[in-house]
């Protein structure tokens, strides 16, 4: 029996480009997989988190990440990170919840097992 995949994708900066890489590396890995054999949760801290604006959502990421979330993604925002873009939860898409603080998260994860991926 293969053990479930463990994955944290790390997104830091508002970068469309790696934002969309992100996406399609974890389609792929769940692709490969299935959403059965993987937990897989994205952090987005800094800037990066402009990128879950609902208001700046195009109708195709937003789909993405529901899809996503479909497939037991787990989207988290770092709190501190909203605060210093000037942004608060309510401004964030309903497919992702909220941990204080990134960093201290992506080492928790790190320390349980999880595989570190920054696209």
Same mark, same amino acid.
Do not use: W
């Given at each position: $029996?293969?053990? @479930? !995949?463990?994955?944290?994708?790390?997104?830091?900066?508002?970068?469309?480009?790696?934002?969309?890489? $992100?996406?399609? =590396?974890?389609? =792929?890995?769940? =692709?490969?997989?299935?959403?059965?054999?993987?937990?897989?949760?994205?952090?987005?801290?800094?800037?990066?988190?402009?990128? !879950?604006?609902?208001?700046?959502?195009?109708?195709?990421?937003?789909?993405?990440?529901?899809?996503?979330?479909?497939?037991?993604? @787990? !989207?988290?925002? &770092?709190?501190?990170?909203?605060?210093?873009?000037?942004?608060? +939860? +309510?401004?964030?898409?309903?497919? &992702?919840? !909220?941990?204080?603080?990134?960093?201290? +998260?992506?080492?928790?994860?790190? *320390?349980?097992? *999880?595989?570190?991926?920054?696209?």
């Amino acid at each position: $029996m293969v053990e @479930k !995949f463990r994955v944290v994708f790390h997104i830091s900066s508002y970068n469309i480009e790696a934002f969309n890489r $992100m996406l399609s =590396n974890i389609y =792929n890995l769940l =692709n490969d997989v299935g959403h059965n054999n993987a937990d897989i949760i994205v952090i987005a801290n800094g800037s990066a988190v402009n990128h !879950f604006v609902k208001s700046s959502l195009s109708e195709s990421t937003s789909r993405r990440l529901r899809r996503l979330r479909e497939r037991r993604v @787990k !989207f988290y925002i &770092c709190r501190n990170s909203l605060k210093n873009q000037g942004l608060k +939860e +309510e401004d964030i898409d309903d497919t &992702c919840n !909220f941990i204080d603080v990134g960093i201290t +998260e992506l080492i928790r994860l790190q *320390y349980k097992g *999880y595989a570190y991926i920054k696209p």
